[in-house]
């Protein structure tokens, strides 16, 4: 059915989002902390369930916390990560005890047999006091694991890796009963996702680690999600592994995901070694269009390309008949006369907000792209700040604190 635009217009319902980050890349509490108290300014962005507790979801995505995690490192007489071939994986396992076992024994094991190290489990902090009684109900065991990398270098063959492993996982527990309540909210060397069926007021609370002075980040995106196509699931708070999503991706079910799986046995590229098979499928139509698009997203950056370039022919801009860009930036507009006939448009409205890893020849692990775009239809706007202090603030809307001490370079 064709989607009549006066009832899109008309459409109130839309998450929260939103990004905070130091251009100098110089991280700091005082980020996670904005992030935190911009999210909880965020709640009315979001649906709750009738225990007035239970929320759509909420989450933040942040660089990995180093600092945090090698003190743990230390208590457990671990020793020190080495950040440059270490991952970190956020995991929901099963609630039961016995499959949680088993759901990490599966896990060890399919690292193991890539040829990766498991450093350590570590269990999440959190106080389940505040989680409303229908997300207590389905509320994951939550636990954080730490693998060596041994035989790549490069941190784009690095997260390539990883990301093939989290697929052997997947596709090793989808027999088994429990294999739905497993998921990895993340899997890198560079970021790291906290999520929850949570109200964004709360999620600060929960995840007692965001509370610690040495949880430092130089960057912060974060959501606030209005459950409309999929009902609320702790899996699908966002941010997802790679983007944080405003709106909807009202194509999806008429044409991308079939489209991709068409195009499964034919998709190749040599960084994958061969190894294409193992990463398949692409797609997942149990779940949400914000999860299809995160992965879509994420194969094709894992795949050589960068974040801005993926997104960009995956949801591009309107640009026919835009003259600052025809004028200005033809190769622009070349680049997307050439892409629209290699991947359809994932239509929202949609705006999207990315990290990812950005490979320099001088300091290969250190610097991050953070962004955000807009689809064509232009219905989930987002407002910018750049301070002299050199931070940009990113949000869905009217900023949420007071910056008057701060004076601005940009804004719109």
């Given at each position: 059915?064709?989607?009549?635009?006066?009832?899109?217009?008309?459409?109130?319902?839309?998450?929260?989002?939103?990004?905070?980050?130091?251009?100098?890349?110089?991280?700091?509490?005082?980020?996670?902390?904005?992030?935190?108290?911009?999210?909880?300014?965020?709640?009315?962005?979001?649906?709750?369930?009738?225990?007035?507790?239970?929320?759509?979801?909420?989450?933040?995505?942040?660089?990995?916390p180093?600092?945090?995690?090698?003190?743990?490192?230390?208590?457990?007489?671990?020793?020190?990560?080495?950040?440059?071939?270490t991952?970190?994986?956020?995991?929901?396992?099963?609630k039961?005890?016995?499959?949680?076992?088993?759901?990490?024994?599966?896990?060890?094991n399919?690292?193991?047999?890539?040829?990766?190290?498991?450093?350590?489990?570590?269990?999440?902090p959190?106080?389940?006091?505040?989680?409303?009684?229908?997300?207590?109900?389905?509320?994951?065991?939550?636990?954080?694991?730490?693998?060596?990398?041994?035989?790549?270098?490069?941190i784009?063959?690095?997260?390539?890796?990883?990301?093939?492993?989290?697929?052997?996982?997947?596709?090793?527990?989808?027999?088994?009963?429990?294999?739905?309540?497993?998921?990895?909210?993340?899997?890198?060397?560079?970021?790291?996702?906290?999520?929850?069926?949570?109200?964004?007021?709360?999620?600060?609370n929960?995840?007692?680690?965001?509370?610690?002075?040495?949880?430092?980040?130089?960057?912060?995106?974060?959501?606030?999600?209005?459950?409309?196509?999929?009902?609320?699931?702790?899996?699908?708070?966002?941010?997802?592994?790679?983007?944080?999503?405003?709106?909807?991706?009202?194509?999806?079910q008429?044409?991308?995901?079939?489209?991709?799986?068409?195009?499964?046995?034919?998709?190749?590229?040599?960084?994958?070694?061969?190894?294409?098979?193992e990463?398949?499928?692409?797609?997942?139509?149990?779940?949400s269009?914000?999860?299809?698009?995160?992965?879509?997203?994420?194969?094709?950056i894992?795949?050589?390309?960068?974040?801005?370039e993926?997104?960009?022919?995956?949801?591009?801009?309107?640009?026919?008949?835009?003259?600052?860009?025809?004028?200005?930036y033809?190769?622009?507009?070349?680049?997307?006369?050439?892409?629209?006939?290699q991947?359809?448009?994932?239509?929202?409205?949609?705006?999207?907000?990315?990290?990812?890893?950005?490979?320099?020849?001088?300091?290969?692990?250190?610097?991050?792209?953070?962004?955000?775009?807009?689809?064509?239809?232009?219905?989930?706007?987002a407002?910018?700040?750049?301070?002299i202090d050199?931070?940009?603030?990113?949000?869905?809307?009217?900023?949420?604190k007071?910056?008057?001490?701060?004076?601005?370079?940009?804004?719109?």
């Amino acid at each position: 059915m064709v989607a009549n635009l006066d009832d899109i217009i008309s459409e109130r319902g839309a998450c929260g989002v939103g990004f905070i980050a130091n251009l100098d890349n110089k991280a700091s509490h005082e980020v996670v902390k904005d992030a935190l108290a911009a999210l909880s300014c965020m709640e009315h962005r979001g649906g709750c369930g009738a225990d007035n507790d239970s929320g759509d979801g909420s989450g933040l995505m942040t660089s990995i916390p180093w600092d945090l995690f090698n003190n743990w490192a230390k208590e457990q007489r671990i020793g020190s990560f080495d950040r440059l071939h270490t991952g970190v994986g956020m995991v929901f396992l099963p609630k039961d005890d016995d499959l949680m076992k088993e759901a990490k024994t599966v896990i060890d094991n399919s690292f193991k047999q890539e040829g990766l190290e498991v450093l350590g489990w570590r269990p999440v902090p959190v106080d389940i006091s505040i989680v409303g009684y229908y997300a207590k109900e389905t509320m994951p065991n939550i636990q954080q694991v730490f693998v060596r990398v041994v035989k790549e270098e490069n941190i784009d063959d690095i997260e390539r890796e990883l990301y093939i492993c989290r697929k052997l996982i997947e596709r090793a527990v989808k027999s088994e009963t429990w294999g739905n309540e497993l998921y990895f909210c993340s899997l890198s060397n560079q970021t790291i996702v906290y999520k929850g069926m949570l109200r964004s007021e709360v999620l600060g609370n929960f995840y007692l680690d965001l509370k610690s002075d040495i949880y430092k980040s130089p960057f912060a995106i974060y959501h606030r999600r209005y459950s409309t196509n999929t009902s609320p699931r702790w899996p699908l708070a966002q941010p997802m592994r790679l983007l944080g999503h405003n709106g909807e991706i009202n194509t999806i079910q008429v044409g991308n995901l079939n489209w991709m799986q068409s195009r499964e046995a034919s998709l190749k590229s040599p960084v994958w070694r061969g190894r294409e098979n193992e990463i398949r499928p692409f797609g997942n139509p149990k779940a949400s269009d914000s999860a299809n698009l995160d992965s879509t997203a994420e194969l094709l950056i894992r795949s050589g390309r960068s974040a801005e370039e993926s997104l960009m022919i995956l949801v591009p801009e309107a640009y026919k008949n835009h003259p600052t860009l025809m004028i200005k930036y033809p190769e622009v507009v070349d680049f997307y006369n050439y892409y629209k006939g290699q991947m359809e448009a994932w239509d929202g409205p949609a705006l999207l907000l990315f990290s990812s890893c950005l490979v320099t020849i001088t300091e290969p692990m250190m610097e991050k792209t953070v962004g955000a775009c807009l689809d064509r239809n232009g219905l989930r706007p987002a407002r910018y700040w750049r301070t002299i202090d050199n931070v940009v603030y990113v949000a869905s809307e009217v900023w949420f604190k007071s910056l008057v001490a701060q004076i601005f370079l940009a804004s719109i």
